[in-house]
């Protein structure tokens, strides 16, 4: 138990929630949790009363969730806006118990990082609900870049790089990426990287589509599970080769987790993450009538039962550390999935499923409450090891005096039948239609704001703020010398103004 001290007994607590299972760490306590000043000030039994009182009891009280992997108000590799933007996406989030995203600011080529960076600054900072980071894509580590600007994004708190191996407008070959996790090592950055073997994917597409293959399930057939596999170790040589942890993002296959596993067993600095998709979806959904198999394309596609398994066994033991959505919310119409409508084929769609808001219920009923994970596991998974491994610890992803009042009161008796209607994004479809699942955060709480209760937003747009993220703190080496950490130029210049607005 966390007792509170003699300045939080005394009271003058904005917001007190009473009566709940508090997850705090590897402890769980009945009690009560104060809030002052949009942080929490204290944890234990009998606190005084706060200016408002909830009553969590029979509920559980667990961190806001952090979706480190989501895509928002961002244009993709093949030209096509997502459909969400700083709003319904922040929106959407809360409603399913998440407090924080880091979705990516986007370079393609021919931008420059600082533009990139201004413009993704401002469109949070009129927009969000919820607190939020960046990361960054790098499609073009010219010398500018890598000299100047990728340098000053780090110092201004943009943590984390994204590189791709596949798709011929972002992707990075071997060289390159080896001069990025050079540079990160320098600067206390994380590389992520989406990982699957571009030469692979383009042949069996080209030859797939020669012989009248358009269909949405061969989707799946072009992204073959070796092309994924193939990649992530080659990704973790290169890795290895500079010494430079990195992240394989959206693990799909049971191959890919047995290559992390067996690298991590070698004491390579690998981490790794997944996804809805990949526990609840499978191969066999893009094989539905007509064009529907469209809505479940995403890259890696789901794979089969058995690599599902595997997943949860990676979560299950550590292989994965983090669950993030991936959210990439293409609409099944001329603006999303279906670019040629009836003529598009597989290659043509819009790479992508939504998922921020059924994200954490979907983890907690089929991962908590079926038994294959505990809830202490589920926190891990769902907030603290992203705050964590992204630079947002100790203020973010746990119950503890003196975080920040970040939290959701779930209800594990709630039933809820899955439909896109009650749902806040803008996507028009959800994937998980028709599941019934149970446990549903009821009441979500953001720096001590209530902002979802009763099935209504308490919050205002632009009222999330802009988080400066440091090194991360989990399995990285220390930070090299030099490696300074103050805002300079424009990059952190436009952060530094979204931190302030």
């Known amino acids: 138990m966390t007792a509170p001290g003699d300045e939080a007994m005394n009271g003058d607590f904005e917001l007190t929630i009473r009566h709940g299972r508090i997850v705090t760490g590897d402890a769980i306590i009945e009690g009560d949790v104060g809030i002052r000043g949009g942080r929490i000030a204290a944890i234990g039994p009998g606190l005084p009363a706060g200016a408002r009182d909830i009553d969590a009891a029979g509920r559980w009280v667990l961190p806001g969730g952090i979706d480190s992997h989501c895509h928002v108000e961002q244009l993709s590799g093949m030209g096509v806006m997502g459909a969400d933007d700083f709003y319904s996406a922040t929106v959407s989030a809360a409603f399913g118990g998440t407090t924080t995203i880091i979705p990516f600011a986007a370079q393609h080529r021919g931008t420059s990082v600082p533009e990139v960076v201004r413009d993704y600054a401002e469109r949070a900072r009129t927009k969000a609900v919820i607190d939020y980071g960046f990361h960054l894509i790098l499609a073009n580590p010219d010398d500018r870049t890598m000299a100047r600007d990728l340098p000053e994004a780090i110092r201004g708190g943009i943590s984390s790089l994204k590189v791709y191996m596949t798709y011929d407008s972002m992707k990075l070959d071997d060289y390159q990426i080896l001069d990025v996790l050079e540079l990160a090592r320098e600067h206390g950055a994380l590389v992520m990287v989406h990982a699957e073997n571009n030469d692979i994917i383009k042949w069996l597409a080209k030859r797939l589509i020669e012989r009248g293959h358009t269909a949405p399930k ?114 099944f119409d001329e603006t999303g999935k279906l670019p040629k409508g009836e003529r598009t084929t597989f290659k043509e769609m819009a790479n992508g499923v939504p998922g921020l808001e059924l994200r954490m219920p979907l983890l907690f009923s089929e991962g908590v409450l079926k038994g294959r994970i505990d809830i202490h596991q589920f926190v891990r998974l769902t907030a603290s090891n992203h705050a964590d491994l992204y630079g947002l610890g100790p203020r973010k992803g746990r119950i503890a005096v003196g975080a920040d009042a970040d939290l959701a009161l779930w209800n594990p008796d709630r039933e809820t039948r899955i439909a896109y209607e009650n749902l806040h994004d803008q996507v028009g479809y959800t994937p998980y239609e028709g599941r019934v699942i149970r446990g549903w955060p009821e009441v979500v709480v953001s720096r001590g704001r209530v902002i979802v209760e009763d099935g209504r937003l308490h919050a205002e747009r632009g009222s999330g703020q802009y988080l400066r993220r440091e090194a991360p703190t989990l399995a990285w080496p220390p930070r090299q010398p030099g490696a300074s950490r103050g805002p300079a130029g424009p990059i952190a210049r436009a952060l530094a103004g979204a931190a302030d607005g």
Do not use: M
């Open 218 to 331: 061969f989707h799946a057939v072009a992204h073959d599970p070796l092309a994924e596999a193939e990649a992530t170790n080659r990704a973790i040589a290169l890795s290895r080769l500079v010494d430079t942890p990195i992240l394989i993002v959206h693990v799909a296959g049971g191959s890919t987790v047995e290559v992390i596993r067996a690298a991590q067993n070698l004491g390579a600095h690998v981490l790794a993450e997944s996804c809805p998709q990949y526990l609840f979806l499978t191969a066999e959904d893009l094989d539905r009538a007509g064009l529907e198999g469209a809505k479940y394309c995403c890259s890696p596609p789901p794979r089969d039962a058995g690599s599902q398994e595997a997943v949860w066994q990676g979560f299950a033991d550590g292989t994965l550390l983090t669950y993030s959505s991936d959210h990439a919310p293409y609409r």
